[in-house]
């Protein structure tokens, strides 16, 4: 049974946020795990410049905030989403008993975090590459291997700007390329993959 069937079954409330609306902001002392039942949400640092830094995106069936909320810790990002968005909330108490109670959840949680750790390990190291094409093809590579082939990557340049540290007319330039290697191909400007 997937987490979120559970929770509706436990009649766990449901907030609703339109696209462009934060749910919560950085520095804030985190209250609760966020499952997302549809949208999908973004976790954005700006730096000193005001320029975003997109650390996650998260969809339908995923969540979020667990991190600040077992270690007790202020949010390190704010979180907007991208579409409308329907989220269900579980405060501390009621995460910890989840995590008691379903050893299938708490192994997702694992998986889960391990899954963060390994991504922003990995773009840490590609944040540090000089080679902006190399980061680009890294980071789309990364983002294809969950989808099969003929699935559309949904997202916008923009995005991929904003996860790569790059301005998106490198990502644009570096997406052309990349076709051109067979690395995935374009339909009406979305990358889809092989």
Same mark, same amino acid.
């Given at each position: 049974?997937?987490?979120?069937?559970?929770?509706?079954?436990?009649?766990?409330?449901? $907030?609703?946020?339109?696209?462009?609306?934060?749910? $919560?902001?950085?520095?804030?002392? *985190?209250? $609760?795990?966020?499952?997302?039942?549809?949208?999908?949400?973004?976790?954005?640092?700006?730096?000193?410049?005001?320029?975003?830094?997109? !650390?996650?995106?998260?969809?339908?069936?995923? $969540?979020?905030?667990? *991190?600040?909320?077992?270690?007790?810790? %202020?949010?390190?990002?704010?979180?907007?989403?991208? +579409?409308?968005?329907?989220?269900?909330?579980?405060?501390?108490?009621?995460?910890?008993?989840?995590?008691?109670?379903?050893?299938?959840?708490?192994? =997702?949680?694992?998986?889960?975090?391990?899954?963060?750790?390994?991504?922003?390990?990995?773009?840490?190291?590609?944040?540090?590459?000089? !080679?902006?094409?190399?980061?680009?093809?890294?980071?789309?590579?990364?983002?294809? !291997?969950?989808?099969?082939?003929?699935?559309?990557? %949904?997202?916008?340049?923009? !995005?991929?700007? =904003?996860?790569?540290?790059?301005?998106?007319?490198?990502?644009?330039?570096?997406?052309? +390329?990349?076709?051109?290697?067979?690395?995935?191909?374009?339909?009406?400007?979305?990358?889809?993959?092989?």
């Amino acid at each position: 049974m997937s987490i979120i069937k559970y929770l509706l079954e436990r009649n766990y409330s449901i $907030y609703h946020y339109q696209k462009g609306e934060c749910v $919560y902001e950085a520095g804030a002392i *985190p209250k $609760y795990v966020y499952f997302i039942k549809s949208g999908r949400i973004s976790m954005v640092t700006v730096n000193a410049e005001g320029r975003e830094f997109i !650390q996650g995106i998260f969809k339908s069936g995923q $969540y979020f905030g667990e *991190p600040a909320l077992l270690l007790q810790k %202020r949010y390190l990002a704010h979180t907007l989403a991208d +579409q409308d968005t329907e989220i269900i909330v579980v405060n501390r108490e009621q995460f910890l008993e989840l995590l008691e109670e379903d050893r299938a959840f708490s192994m =997702d949680l694992i998986h889960t975090l391990s899954n963060r750790l390994f991504y922003k390990s990995m773009m840490l190291e590609e944040l540090a590459n000089e !080679q902006a094409a190399h980061r680009v093809a890294t980071l789309i590579d990364y983002l294809l !291997q969950d989808l099969q082939s003929g699935e559309v990557l %949904r997202l916008t340049r923009q !995005q991929l700007a =904003d996860m790569s540290g790059l301005r998106v007319e490198t990502v644009i330039r570096t997406i052309r +390329q990349l076709e051109t290697e067979k690395r995935f191909r374009l339909l009406r400007g979305k990358i889809v993959k092989i």
